[in-house]
């Protein structure tokens, strides 16, 4: 497996055994949890599950959404990265609620990105993100990410984007 690389305030690493504590605090958070599924904090077995998950999904896909550690406090404050989806993969971000409004996430999926499309050379990217999640809205349109269409999930109106992987100089479009 890959990791992407580095960014000016991030770092992202593999998962480890010993992190479920800091990520059932996020997950656990309701505001964090707000626009996510149906909505509901995740109890720890959930929280467990899902890195179980995503330790599989890196070993047998080369990626995941890796756990993404603040440089400047040597801590980890969320997750960014990708999961298998019908359509080509998904990107998706996380973050502990007192780490929002830094600009974090979209330098963390900027690098995202670039890993997916250079490194694990995937041609379609796309995102779900639940109507009223204005943050991850403004995200993807940092991202230039295109509106492709929309549906019901969990009974929420969910919109669906995505990027396609950019085009050499010189290839033809
Ligand atoms: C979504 C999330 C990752 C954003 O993290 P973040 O580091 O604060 O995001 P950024 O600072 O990179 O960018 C957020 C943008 O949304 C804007 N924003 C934040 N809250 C907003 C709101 N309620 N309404 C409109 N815009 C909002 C910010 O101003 C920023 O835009 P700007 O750079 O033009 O100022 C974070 O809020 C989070 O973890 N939410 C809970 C989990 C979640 O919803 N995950 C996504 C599921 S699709």
Known sequence: MTIPPPTKRLTFRDWSTTDLATFHAI??????????GTG?????????QFIDRAREMSETLGYCQWPLIHTGESKAIGFCGFIPAPDGVE?????????WGQGLATEAARAV?????????IQHIIATVQSSNRASLRIIKKLQMKADSS????????LQFS???PQSPGQPS
Not at 27 to 36: N, Y
Not at 91 to 99: E, F, P
Not at 113 to 121: A, C, M, N, S, V
Not at 152 to 157: C, H, K, S, V
Request: aromatic share 16%.
């Open 113 to 121: 990105l670039k890993h997916g499309f250079e490194t694990l050379r």
């Open 27 to 36: 997950c656990s958070d309701p505001f964090v949890m707000e626009f996510v």
């Open 163 to 165: 990027l396609n992987t």
């Open 151 to 158: 549906f019901l999930r969990y009974g929420r109106e969910v």
């Open 40 to 48: 509901e904090p995740w109890s720890l077995d959930k929280t467990q």
């Open 91 to 99: 990107i998706g971000w996380r973050l502990a609620r007192q780490y």
